[in-house]
């Protein structure tokens, strides 16, 4: 039965996932806005439900450890794992907006505040309110940065826009991609103990790489339609969003306490990956090989977990 919900989650979330692009795709042709704002905004935000859910779920009932986990974690799959299978499985990566003159500061901004606020032991409700300017910030840079420099769907530019469908049909994706995750972390966790996979293992891996999955199916499927900007802008985006609006609606609600030398490996291995994002994107290494090196932190994080 868990295998049969697996399949269906999956199917909903390529399902919704095709709905997301597409109308936001409308959305950016109908205000003149770049595919990468979009996904650094509308998407980013909309696949960082499922994170925003599980943190300030957690810190209402004081595991901060799963709140701050799940930031730390969702960090490194979205680069390491969701970054790595567009590299490798898109055909051609070739953004029209310049991601290192124009974004990859706001890839390091996040982690860099993040650890310089964690260094007294906890994220305060002072900590959280300032996270969410920054967000606030990273906004209103995306609205100044704007520029529509890339190719045009011309199908989807001939046919007339109406809001009301336009709207109908995100609601819906973004609820088959969030569902969707939802019900694929809760089957997967059913058929990995069903293999005897350990609690411990489950709750480290599947909290984080679960409320990946928007991200991850939203990438890939912008990637492999050649929409490159709009899979990069919504892992920068997302990265953002899960610092900013998760971690500081999470310390509004209740004060997180941070214990670096219990998530050392996993914050180095955050920064490791936000940084090879930073250089990917300043030397346009946008290609398999890159891919390959993003899969490789991935891989470290999974043998320092098992050991």
């Known amino acids: 039965m868990d ?4 399949t269906i989650s999956m199917a909903a979330l390529i399902y919704g996932a095709d709905f997301v692009i597409k109308e936001s795709e409308r959305i950016a042709l109908h205000f003149n806005i770049s595919s990468f704002v979009i996904g650094a905004t509308l998407v980013a935000v909309g696949t960082s439900l499922p994170e925003m859910a599980v943190s300030m779920s957690a ?8 709140a701050v986990a799940n930031v730390i974690g ?3 799959f979205n680069i390491s794992l969701v970054l790595g299978l567009v590299f490798l499985l898109a055909k051609k990566i070739n953004p029209h907006r310049d991601l290192f003159a124009k974004d990859s500061a706001w890839s390091l901004f996040p982690i860099l505040i993040f650890i310089l606020m964690g260094i007294d032991g906890k994220l305060s409700m002072f900590d959280g309110i300032l996270f969410l300017l920054l967000m606030g910030a990273y906004l209103m840079f995306l609205i100044n940065s704007n520029s529509l420099e890339e190719d045009i769907d011309e199908e989807l530019l001939k046919e007339k826009f109406n809001w009301l469908k336009t709207a109908i049909l995100l609601l819906i994706g973004f609820v088959f991609v969030i569902v969707g995750a ?3 972390i809760d089957s997967a966790g059913n058929i ?4 005897g996979v350990s609690e411990w293992m489950i709750g480290l891996f599947l909290v984080a790489f679960g409320t990946s999955l928007p991200e991850l ?3 890939i499927k912008s990637a492999i339609n050649n929409n490159a900007d709009l899979a990069i802008g919504n ?4 990265n953002v969003a899960n610092f900013t609006m998760v971690l500081g609606l999470s310390a509004i609600i209740n004060p997180l306490n941070v214990n670096f030398s219990s998530y050392y490996f ?14 990917i994107t300043a030397n346009k290494l946008y290609n398999k090989s890159a891919g390959i090196a993003l899969l490789v932190i991935l891989g470290l994080v999974i043998q320092n977990s098992l050991v």
């Open 3 to 6: 295998l049969i919900i697996f």
């Open 59 to 66: 810190s209402a009932k004081g595991s901060a450890d799963i």
């Open 74 to 76: 969702s960090t490194i």
């Open 182 to 184: 939802n019900f694929a």
């Open 192 to 195: 990995a103990r069903s293999f």
């Open 217 to 219: 199916t939203i990438s």
């Open 235 to 238: 892992i920068i985006g997302s």
């Open 266 to 279: 996993d914050i180095t291995a955050a920064f490791i990956a936000t940084l090879m994002l930073v250089f």
